[in-house]
Nanobody, 122 residues
Framework: QVQLVESGGGSVQAGGSLRLSCVAS?????MGWFRQAPGKEREGVAG???????SYAASVKGRFTISKDNAKNTLYLQMKDLKPEDTGMYYC???????????????????WGQGTQVTVSS
C-alpha cells in the first residue's frame, strides 16, 4: 500500500513562488501532481515516472519543475511565477506498476494525498 502526505501550500501574490512536497510510503513507479479549482475538473499539472522522466501541462511548462528524491521517497513541485489561474487544491498521486500511463489521466493513479491549498492573488 502507498500513503501520500502533501505539504507546502499557502497564499502568495502573482509572480511569487511555492514548493510543494509529497512524502510517500511504499513503492511508487509513477507519480504526479494534480490541481482542482471549485467547479472545475481535476487537471494534471506534472508527472514523473520511474523510467521516462518528467512531463508538464502546457500552462505550467517553464514555470513549474517536478522532481523526486528516490532515497527519501519524496516528490516535489517547485512553482515559480505563479498566476491567479494556478489557484486550487493540489494533490499528489501515485501508482505502483512499472508501465506507461497517460500522466494527465487521474484514473491511472491508485493512491492520492489529502491535498494542499495553493491560492494566488492578483
Amino acid at each position: 500500500q502507498v500513503q501520500l502526505v502533501e505539504s507546502g501550500g499557502g497564499s502568495v501574490q502573482a509572480g511569487g513562488s511555492l514548493r510543494l512536497s509529497c512524502v510517500a510510503s511504499g513503492y511508487t513507479a509513477n507519480m504526479g501532481w494534480f490541481r482542482q479549482a471549485p467547479g472545475k475538473e481535476r487537471e494534471g499539472v506534472a508527472g514523473i515516472s520511474r523510467a521516462s522522466g518528467s512531463s508538464y501541462a502546457a500552462s505550467v511548462k517553464g514555470r513549474f519543475t517536478i522532481s523526486k528524491d528516490n532515497a527519501k521517497n519524496t516528490l516535489y513541485l517547485q512553482m515559480k511565477d505563479l498566476k491567479p489561474e494556478d489557484t486550487g487544491m493540489y494533490y499528489c498521486a501515485a501508482e505502483e506498476r512499472v508501465r506507461w500511463i497517460n500522466w494527465k489521466d487521474a484514473a491511472e493513479y491508485d493512491y492520492w494525498g489529502q491535498g494542499t491549498q495553493v491560492t494566488v492573488s492578483s
